[in-house]
């Protein structure tokens, strides 16, 4: 759930390279084996338990041998074991194990009566026939079959695989805690211009360390505390913020409103942060920058490792400060002063207090300003979505609904350029005349200084003129072409209206040859990006997508005109000599924490709140999905699941084990609740039938198993489809 913004959808591994790399091969080997241990202690407690009470297992299987297709199988004793064809579960059969066994004594008589009619008419009974009775009468009245055992027993043979996936999910907790969890640290990165975190204050560099009251120490800790929060009322963020001088910080409560936003579930508007290090985590010898940016230019290459520590006269200590002298200095060179690990004698040392690069050289290097790409479109610009309070725009009487016609008396222009032509005249008062219901307000602004960036953060994401405090959207509505540009080529027009967008990228002996091999997954990147009214995504798209493009792409746009026609059109990407890009190319390493016990014992201990809190989740997260404050669409089925260990995988074995924390409790929670074909509807009639003394009537239990089953079937469609892209998680 975390976001990488720089690029984040460019760096992934080619389509095809996982198929030749050792470390791929063994990460899907941990995550089958984790899965498959989920699977496999839950039937063990149903198997242990049957054994303990005497019953007999005619079968233990992980995944389901449909139509009696399987992996392998092996009899031991008179038990067959063995790994079905659909590794979607697993199974243990027990003698006499039927879901209505009313139904079973039912057959029986029936049977016989069947028997006895065919043994008038021709004086004898069919070897098949005495078979089938004596199976059935055997399931039924056999003191080892599951029917045959008194409730308690048979209550402890169903609850036993909740009880070992609990059990199973406290051990995984314990190790993972006792090796030390890496873990996203909780630092505001980015504030999304016009979300409930950027009108409620916050800030890059803001270090979370409570929401609602409850310890933040992830940045998991907070999207958790959001979702299943109770945003009715807000959310209590408490925040430590850095002072000036970077030696203080300040303790801050501020309260923030989560809105849906026609997402999946509840957001605030902030992205993790980054370090200060460039990342080592790219394969082979590539350089820790995005290929044909500016870094990547650079005439001395950086390498992986570096941490900056200086750009121009200003010393950096956090991300943050990266992003603002980045901002400040956006169409100007700059000069990067890095440390660099070295061993070579004569270099340079690092100073004695830093002790994570004891054996460094400093280096400066001068960085170009990175041009933006663009096609030769302004977009239409919406109305002000939202006013910072206490900002200029709110202090000079902005309103959310406000339409901007002028700016010191001339036109607003594209809007994807105001906040750059605004910075241009820092501290001069700005007239700016708006629509306001028909009726024409001037109001005059002096902007402050810039404490965040004004980009978006996530599909949909409005743009913001930070340095006044107010936001507005980019419609996917063409408002002019610059002459002579690609657009204007291809027969653009005003009023043109963007449906889909689709990158074309070069070919794969071109991308080798700019440095991007391995590093882009061509079926991702050419996934069509759809655009409308109430997702109009042009700004997100611009930032995130365009800028990061191998050089070489072109766009390909599905367009609506005035007769409402779709057509289509292939434009040329260029450079902007005039306007800059605050990214100039640098991957950081993420910002990480690493939480690991002291000992044993206090292993233990954050194994056991890890556990619970994984547990009792679940519960909050059913409640919210209930009453629509989570959408359905973030359900994720067999495929997300995987994906996801895969990514915890990647990360280290302590971190597949708290993912397994968190699958195996889920799956205790969910087997539990009263759903006829679950633990927990078994549960139900086996609790009744204690009460009463006898079965629940067998037509009930048939139509609720009905009812359960097909509650079940239609969840696993419904979740399948997510997973293959068959239905739309928009």
């Known amino acids: 759930m975390d976001l990488q913004l720089i690029g984040y959808w460019l760096f992934e591994l080619s389509t095809y390279s996982w198929v030749t790399d050792p470390d791929t091969w063994l990460m899907i080997l941990k995550v089958a084996f984790g899965l498959g241990m989920v699977i496999f202690v839950h039937e063990l407690g149903h198997f242990g338990v049957a054994k303990l009470c005497g019953v007999q297992c005619d079968k233990f299987y992980l995944g389901f041998d449909i139509a009696g297709w399987k992996l392998c199988k092996f009899k031991w004793g008179e038990t067959e074991y063995g790994i079905g064809i659909l590794p979607l579960g697993g199974y243990v059969k027990m003698l006499g194990q039927e879901d209505n066994p009313a139904k079973l004594k039912e057959e029986v008589e029936r049977a016989k009566a069947a028997a006895e009619a065919q043994k008038t008419q021709d004086g004898k009974q069919s070897d098949e026939e005495l078979v089938d009775i004596e199976a059935a009468e055997h399931a039924l009245y056999d003191p080892r079959s599951y029917l045959a055992q008194s409730v308690p027993k048979r209550m402890a043979i169903i609850s036993a695989g909740v009880i070992m ?26 504030v999304q211009p016009g979300g409930p975190a950027w009108e409620a204050g916050l800030r890059p560099d803001d270090k979370i360390v409570s929401i609602a009251g409850k310890r933040a120490y992830s940045f998991r800790d907070l999207l958790t505390g959001i979702t299943l929060g109770d945003n009715d009322e807000g959310l209590s963020v408490e925040i430590l913020r850095p002072e000036k001088d970077g030696e203080k910080t300040e303790k801050i409560t501020i309260v923030v409103h989560p809105e849906l936003d026609g997402g999946l579930f509840p957001t605030i508007g902030v992205a993790s942060s980054y370090t200060t290090t460039l990342t080592s985590r790219l394969k082979g010898d590539k350089s820790p920058t995005i290929p044909g940016s500016a870094a990547a230019k650079a005439s001395t290459p950086f390498k992986p490792g570096d941490k900056i520590i200086k750009i121009g006269d200003v010393e950096i200590e956090s991300y943050g400060d990266i992003r603002r002298c980045l901002s400040e200095q956006i169409n100007q060179p700059i000069s990067v002063t890095i440390l660099r690990r070295t061993s070579s004698p004569g270099k340079e040392l690092t100073e004695p207090e830093d002790n994570t690069l004891p054996n460094a050289e400093k280096l400066t290097i001068q960085v170009a300003p990175q041009p933006m790409r663009r096609v030769g479109l302004e977009m239409t610009m919406s109305p002000v979505l939202a006013v910072k309070s206490g900002s200029p725009a709110a202090k000079t009487g902005m309103k959310a609904g406000d339409v901007l016609t002028k700016i010191d008396g001339k036109p607003v222009g594209d809007p994807l350029t105001l906040a750059a032509r605004l910075r241009k005249n820092p501290a001069k008062t700005i007239a700016i005349e708006v629509d306001r219901n028909g009726e024409t307000v001037p109001l005059s602004i002096t902007p402050g200084p810039i404490e965040t960036y004004g980009e978006p953060i996530r599909p949909g994401g409005a743009v913001g003129v930070t340095a006044m405090g107010f936001a507005y959207d980019i419609l996917n509505i063409v408002n002019s072409v610059s002459e002579g540009s690609s657009a204007q080529k291809q027969g653009l027009k005003p009023g043109d209206k963007i449906l889909e967008a689709v990158i074309s990228l070069p070919d794969d002996e071109t991308l080798k040859e700019l440095g991007y091999e391995g590093m882009v997954d061509k079926s991702a990147a050419e996934e069509p990006i759809e655009f409308s009214n109430e997702q109009p995504n042009w700004a997100y798209f611009f930032y995130r ?79 919210k999905l209930a009453g629509g404050q989570i959408s359905a669409r973030a359900l994720g089925g067999p495929v997300a699941i995987a994906k996801t260990a895969g990514h915890a995988a990647s990360k280290g074995t302590a971190e597949l084990f708290l993912f397994l924390t968190l699958l195996s409790a889920n799956l205790a929670v969910i087997n539990f609740l009263p759903i006829p074909v679950l633990d927990g509807g078994h549960m139900v009639f086996l609790a009744w039938e204690g009460i009463r003394g006898k079965p629940a009537n067998e037509n009930v239990q048939l139509l609720l198993s009905y009812i359960g089953l097909i509650l079940i079937l239609s969840l696993m469609i419904f979740v399948l489809g997510l997973d293959f892209g068959l239905i739309s998680r928009q």
Not at 168 to 184: L, N, P
Not at 559 to 577: M, Q, W
């Open 165 to 190: 996936n609990i059990i199973f999910a406290f051990i995984c907790a314990v190790g993972a805690f006792y090796m030390g969890v890496t873990q996203t640290a909780c630092t505001v990165g980015q």
């Open 545 to 623: 997508v365009m800028q990061t493009l191998p050089p070489q792409s072109k766009l390909i746009l599905t367009l609506s005109g005035e007769s409402d026609d779709t057509r289509k059109v292939t434009l040329d990407i260029a450079e902007n000599k005039d306007w800059f890009n605050l990214d100039r190319g640098f991957l950081l390493e993420p910002d990480t924490i690493v939480r690991k016990a002291e000992s044993f014992g206090d292993a233990v201990t954050l194994g056991a709140i890890e556990t619970y809190e994984s547990a009792t989740k679940v519960f909050v997260f059913l409640q």
